[in-house]
């Protein structure tokens, strides 16, 4: 993984880098590099790491620095092998993030245990094998990000990963570990266990998860896979086997009658009920840790294990139909890009494989990425495993239809890749980032920018960007289908742009009910069914995000953190006073001296309100909501 350090990087690095000292130590760093380095073989990739150089001025590939301080170790696709090692990292005193992925290192896993202040650890698509030690996490306790995932591990998932209070990222997918997942103190924001040889109930915690982050491993039950498990105790202390509860929760103590234990598990259950909800994970630390890596490339397991799966989206802007990049390669391999918008110019595969990359984020689809091609252009790279309803023709005619979109508030892909187990959509990036994360991921200056005009102007952007789609795409059940503040992106002056629309009839039914936000609303869960009245109800949601500045509970899968935007509003009681009090005090206190603004206000508030009626037969349609949102002036 090669990067370069972007602001929102930059400013997630800032708190945990204000206290050092630059520079003091800096050749002694670059001696240890130097010392790494000799330990690994097939160094081709790091001719820039030369004695008598500075690893931050002269950009040593991989090393991230902020403020002539080494913080990052991103050596993806690189081809490297032998022994990491860890010694000379621990003489590198302000590394924060350690990346080793997909790469040729075998062994068994190196004492990482001994850099206790690493935030992120990415060791996917090795070959590391073997048991991890039980206590290895215990003095790793600021990881936020944990990926092992396409490895050769075995043995029991480690007890201390469990004990992180600050994971948010796990991916343990297509390893070889045994045994029950442990009791997980809190849950996490991204988690994949497929693809192991684990067995027993699935902890209560991950009860909402999605039915993907457990596959492929035949002996696990319990929610939310439809398995149940069943109750055949395998000793004569056991818990009876009427008892239904989670793994976390049992309690195997010889003489313990049925009614202690009931007393216990209700006591759990309180505490975990009445612990307050911490919504601080949101925002940076869902996207602090900008990584910097190499388009993902189809690395040698993949052809190995075509089943195996893995992982969200951005922004891309224009132009022009047609042809373009590289020929259709075979079936399955990675030789072709094939442009539908040509605006921005031409580009091919080998172009993003030689680009510097930071990654976005992971959301429902898949992963993102940011890559800087040599020629100076700066594109989003999706990458989606489960938009496999189309074969490879009638997935380019969509491909090509969305290319010719115009609209400024409109999200124009630019080129696509396809392989039937996995697509690459690629976007001009939009810089400023989404929505989601300038109104919660920084409470700092990027915030301050969002006065009232500022959110009108939002709204009515896309409200402008849905009346295109609900002309381009009016035969859609869904036309948008995945709206949400992760998929409206800003440009420099705040204009709105949608992101991840019409992707319906791309997926299969199960994939789509998993990934998209339309079946995270009441119009599935109570009725079974979406319909274009889903998308009115999720851009009420968004309005009235935007207008309360609250996280909306909504967004999350497992239900932890947020607050219910719905709920909160409709306590309002259509009520003047109590509306005022449910405006983010960032806008009202400003402009509690013009009634127009505070009037416009209300007036798009109760036009949320009215979008998030349960029931879809009782709600306005997107014209409707459309022409009410046009109607407010400033």
């Avoid at 630059?22 to 760093?29: D, K, R």
């Avoid at 007393?263 to 602090?288: C, H, P, W």
């Avoid at 388009?295 to 989206?313: A, C, F, L, Q």
């Avoid at 952007?461 to 995945?482: C, K, Q, V, W």
Wanted: hydrophobic share 35%; with cysteine; glycine share 8%.
């Amino acid at each position: 993984m090669v990067v370069v350090p972007s602001l929102l990087f930059l400013l997630s690095l800032l708190s945990s880098t204000i206290f050092f000292v630059p520079s003091s130590h800096s050749f002694s760093e670059a001696e240890s590099l130097l010392k790494l380095k000799n330990s690994f073989t097939q160094t081709n990739a790091l001719t820039s790491w030369v004695p008598n150089s500075s690893p931050c001025s002269s950009r040593w590939a991989g090393v991230m620095c902020f403020d002539g301080i080494i913080t990052g170790l991103h050596l993806t696709n690189m081809g490297l092998s032998g022994k990491i090692d860890i010694d000379a990292l621990t003489h590198v005193s302000g590394l924060r993030t350690i990346s080793f992925m997909n790469n040729n290192f075998s062994g068994s896993i190196p004492e990482f245990s001994k850099l206790g202040v690493l935030k992120s650890l990415l060791l996917s698509g090795n070959a590391f094998s073997g048991e991890i030690p039980s206590d290895f996490f215990s003095h790793l306790n600021s990881l936020k990000k944990v990926w092992l995932n396409d490895n050769r591990f075995s043995g029991k998932v480690p007890e201390s990963l469990a004990q992180l209070t600050h994971l948010i990222e796990l991916h343990l997918e297509n390893n070889q570990f045994t045994g029950s997942i442990p009791a997980f103190k809190q849950s996490v924001n991204s988690l994949n266990l497929s693809n192991n040889k684990l067995d027993g109930e699935i902890p209560g915690i991950f009860s909402t998860y999605d039915v993907s982050a457990f596959a492929g491993n035949d002996g696990l039950c319990g929610k939310p896979l439809e398995k149940v498990c069943s109750a055949t105790p395998t000793q004569s202390f056991a818990p009876p086997a009427s008892t239904d509860y989670s793994n976390d929760n049992k309690l195997v103590v010889g003489g313990v009658v049925a009614a202690m234990v009931i007393v216990l598990i209700y006591a759990l259950l309180s505490s975990k009920n009445n612990r307050e909800d911490d919504f601080s994970q949101l925002g940076r630390d869902t996207m602090d840790e900008m990584v910097e890596v190499h388009v993902p490339s189809s690395n040698r397991r993949n052809s190995e294990s075509s089943s195996r799966k893995g992982s969200d989206s951005k922004k891309g802007g224009g132009g022009g139909g047609g042809g373009g990049g590289s020929q259709h390669g075979k079936s399955g391999s990675m030789t072709d890009l094939i442009m539908v918008n040509d605006e921005k110019g031409t580009f091919g595969l080998s172009d993003l494989m030689k680009a510097a990359a930071e990654v976005l984020g992971n959301g429902g689809l898949g992963s993102a990425y940011k890559a800087v091609m040599s020629f100076g252009l700066s594109v989003a790279v999706k990458r989606i495993r489960e938009m496999n309803r189309l074969g490879r023709e009638a997935f380019d005619v969509e491909m090509r239809r969305f290319g010719g979109l115009r609209h400024r508030n409109i999200l124009t892909p630019l080129a696509y890749h396809y392989r039937r187990e996995e697509k690459l959509l690629v976007s001009e990036y939009i810089p400023k980032g989404s929505l989601l994360y300038v109104m919660h991921g920084d409470r700092g200056t990027s915030h301050a920018e969002l006065n009232w005009p500022t959110r009108l102007k939002i709204i009515q952007g896309i409200a402008r960007g849905l009346g295109f789609l609900y002309t381009e795409f009016s035969s859609y059940d869904l036309p948008h289908g995945n709206l949400k503040s992760s998929n409206v992106l800003l440009n420099h002056d705040h204009e709105p742009v949608l992101s991840d629309y019409a992707f319906h009839p791309l997926m299969s039914p199960s994939n789509a009910t998993s990934c998209m936000f339309a079946y995270k609303t009441p119009d599935y869960f109570k009725y079974q069914r979406v319909s274009p009245k889903t998308d009115v109800y999720c851009l009420g949601i968004l309005i009235l995000e935007i207008l309360t500045g609250k996280f909306p509970s909504q967004y999350l899968t497992n239900g932890k953190g947020g607050t219910d935007v719905v709920q909160w509003v409709s306590s309002a009681n259509s009520s003047e006073e109590m509306e005022r009090e449910l405006l983010d005090p960032e806008i009202a206190s400003g402009n509690v001296a013009n009634t127009n603004a505070v009037n416009q206000m209300i007036q798009l508030l109760r036009v949320g309100a009215d979008c998030v009626e349960s029931n879809p037969q009782q709600r306005m349609d997107m014209r409707e909501a459309i022409r009410r949102i046009e109607e407010v002036q400033v």
